[in-house]
């Protein structure tokens, strides 16, 4: 990738967070007008009058640019400074910053948790039980399942539980089991293969 290519892309990156930092940050000051101790119309009063803010300084900036055209060099120098900014590639995590491995024991004792009594558990509820928990913020039904088939933990296609409609993805408690060897590492009992 050339040089220009890669300053084009930075830029469009950049211009793409800026944007979208900025509708956020302005949807969430809107947001921020609308009173609790009100109902009706008058609990949206505050948003539509910062909504009418927005518009009158909206029409006031065009009017000066229209004014004066040497300011929208200003204007998009300052964009553009943003946009390079916000288009800078993170740093590479570091082995410090890197998430431990998960242990593949706790994931099993978490997915069994989640399955509670029955033989099989879909992946969406394990999911929901991770967030209600504070993890798994953000992910999709199919980052845990990669997630769970990185650990080897068989995810099957066609899962069927009690008191679900249809069979989805999941596990089945017969899947968790330990592997042989594992169970074999595990066991305080002396070999007597001689």
Not at 59 to 64: A, K
């Amino acid at each position: 990738m050339s040089r220009l290519s890669r300053t084009a892309t930075r830029l469009a990156t950049g211009s793409t967070a800026t944007a979208q930092r900025l509708a956020a940050r302005t949807a969430a000051w809107v947001r921020r007008g609308r009173r609790d101790d009100l109902t009706g119309w008058r609990a949206a009063l505050g948003c539509w009058l910062r909504l009418a803010f927005l518009t009158l300084g909206g029409y006031l900036l065009w009017r000066l640019v229209r004014a004066v055209p040497n300011l929208l060099w200003l204007l998009t120098g300052t964009w553009l400074i943003a946009s390079w900014r916000a288009g800078r590639k993170a740093p590479a995590p570091t082995a410090e910053d890197a998430p431990a491995e998960p242990d593949v024991e706790a994931v099993r004792a978490l997915l069994l948790e989640a399955m509670g009594d029955a033989d099989a558990v879909h992946l969406r509820t394990v999911l929901a039980h991770l967030q209600e928990r504070g993890q798994g913020k953000g992910w999709t039904v199919a980052d845990l399942r990669a997630r769970l088939e990185a650990l080897h933990i068989p995810v099957q296609p066609k899962v069927k539980v009690p008191g679900s409609k249809s069979p989805t993805r999941g596990v089945r408690r017969a899947d968790l089991a330990p592997s042989p060897a594992a169970a074999e590492e595990a066991s305080p009992a002396a070999s007597t293969a001689a």
